[in-house]
């Protein structure tokens, strides 16, 4: 089995900064990709940032140059540096991951959710 276990949440007053972490752990053979998602209430889940195991990152245009992903390819770890945070920031943030796993016959694809972590930014 593969899990996602998402940490770094938290409450931060505007301006502030929040780095959130998410490891993927199990029997995995590679990554394809790792990503971030934010869902407010009502609304759909919507791409913060995006990365692949090569290292290219994309960003949504309300995040471009306030936020920094990076991934650690050795620890199977995707990290989101979340600077000059507002306050429309706010929302649940899903940890995504594209990869492939190990089963008998060889290998398995396979796309995960994380739990959830919650980031709240006051004014």
């Known amino acids: 089995q593969v899990h996602l276990v998402e940490s770094g949440g938290g409450l931060v007053q505007a301006g502030g900064s929040l780095r959130l972490s998410c490891a993927a752990s199990g029997r995995i053979v590679s990554i394809n990709h790792m990503g971030w998602y934010s869902q407010t209430q009502g609304k759909q889940r919507e791409l913060v940032a995006s990365?692949?195991?090569?290292?290219?990152?994309n960003y949504s245009d309300s995040v471009m140059g306030r936020f920094v992903i990076s991934m650690d390819n050795d620890k199977n770890t995707v990290y989101l540096q979340m600077n000059s945070l507002k306050p429309e920031d706010t929302g649940a943030y899903y940890c995504?991951?594209?990869?492939?796993?190990?089963?008998?016959?060889?290998?398995?694809?396979?796309?995960?959710w994380g739990q959830g972590t919650l980031v709240t930014v006051s004014s």
């Open positions: 995504n991951a594209d990869l492939y796993y190990s089963v008998v016959s060889g290998s398995r694809y396979l796309e995960l």
């Open positions: 990365i692949t195991s090569g290292a290219s990152a």
